[in-house]
């Protein structure tokens, strides 16, 4: 008779037979593998489609790798957070955003579960709408003129977001975000998020190796740097004047 553990490591093991396959089986150890998908439930939360082709973003962000973060990564965020909330039917009503917001009002039980994996779907969902090829090469507008307040310049926020993105030690993200005192620049560990915190994350960069190996390996600084020809800053600032209203 097969148990309820032999099918869910069957599973486990086919999902992440699909994901090894993937890569090469060098790369395969090298970078971050992909989290383990839940088994149902299929909601409350769902993975959102990639706004745009998987190709879309090359030669800066190569296909395979944007097919991999979106359909296995964020997608097993997603079933994570759907397992952790699927006993708890009053947080399955709530955004991902409000349950990020006031982590202290989730149970203890589920809420390194929700944060990782809520996070992770906020943050995937968030940078899959702040990347196209073509974009405005720099802010402009309300969130053009905080920026040079801030920092001078575009070109020294650059440099400071690029310190914060090669900060993080292991796997993180680099945030620009809005709030009570302003722009903030930072870096948080693995899926947290300035939500958390009570800011408005406006422009994060994903340095989790999963998100760049295949195309940069361990080169971390050329992943960042090929982020600024990517970053689609009419979004970044439609999310600033936003934020001024909430
Ligand atoms: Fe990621």
Do not use: C
């Amino acid at each position: 008779m097969i148990t309820r553990r032999e099918i869910l490591k069957s599973a486990m093991l086919t999902a992440a037979g699909i994901a090894a396959g993937a890569y090469t089986p060098r790369l395969a150890r090298a970078a971050d593998p992909a989290p383990a998908a839940a088994p149902a439930p299929a909601g409350p939360f769902l993975l959102p489609p990639l706004p745009y082709a998987y190709d879309a973003l090359e030669p800066h962000i190569d296909a395979k790798t944007m097919q991999i973060h979106h359909d296995k990564h964020h997608a097993a965020y997603v079933a994570n957070l759907n397992k952790a909330v699927a006993d708890h039917p009053d947080l399955a009503s709530k955004s991902v955003e409000e349950l990020l917001k006031d982590l202290s009002a989730v149970p203890e039980s589920i809420r390194t579960a929700v944060r990782n994996n809520g996070g992770g779907h906020a943050n995937h969902t968030m940078f899959w709408e702040t990347l196209k090829v073509g974009g405005p090469a720099a802010p402009s507008g309300a969130l053009g003129d905080a920026i040079k307040a801030k920092f001078g310049s575009y070109e020294n926020f650059q440099a400071a977001f690029t310190k914060e993105a090669l900060g993080v030690f292991g796997s993180g993200w680099a945030w620009l975000s809005n709030g009570p005192d302003g722009l903030i620049l930072e870096h948080l560990p693995n899926q947290d998020t300035p939500l958390s915190s009570g800011r408005t994350p406006l422009l994060g960069l994903d340095v989790w190796e999963h998100a760049y190996y295949l195309k940069y390996q361990n080169k971390r600084p050329d992943y960042v740097a090929a982020f600024y020809n990517i970053i689609d800053w009419s979004a970044v600032g439609a999310r600033f004047d936003k934020s001024k209203t909430v």
